[in-house]
Nanobody, 119 residues
Framework: QVQLVESGGGLAQPGGSLRLSCAAS????????MGWYRQAPGKERELVAS???????ITKYADSVKGRFTISRVKRTIALEMNNLKPEDAAVYYC?????????????WGQGTQVTVSS
């Protein structure tokens, strides 16, 4: 059984920073990609950032977070460094994994971690 566990999150002021982490465990032979999604109340879940396991780690970001968020990966753990946070970044953030049995992101989720941005 493959599991994802997120940590980090919490409350930050506008312009502040937070760091999220996600660790994958279980029967994983080969990671294809990992990513972070977020879902704000009343909105659909959206992809925030992703990183591939091959080709040196190709990263992609939503336009709304480019230049402010950075995704990184070390083995089975990914992190999301969030800087210059804005109120619109507030959401529940979810980690997702693509691996050899299910290579697409968006099928397996962690439990989510709340990010609140408020003064």
């Amino acid at each position: 059984q493959v599991q994802l566990v997120e940590s980090g999150g919490g409350l930050a002021q506008p312009g502040g920073s937070l760091r999220l982490s996600c660790a994958a465990s279980g029967s994983i032979f080969s990671i294809v990609a990992m990513g972070w999604y977020r879902q704000a109340p009343g909105k659909e879940r959206e992809l925030v950032a992703s990183i591939t396991a091959s080709s040196g780690g190709i990263t992609k970001y939503a336009d709304s977070v480019k230049g402010r968020f950075t995704i990184s990966r070390v083995k089975r753990t990914i992190a999301l460094e969030m800087n210059n946070l804005k109120p619109e970044d507030a959401a529940v953030y979810y980690c997702s994994l693509g691996w050899e049995d299910n290579p697409l992101l968006g099928d397996l989720w962690g439990q989510g971690t709340q990010v609140t941005v408020s003064s």
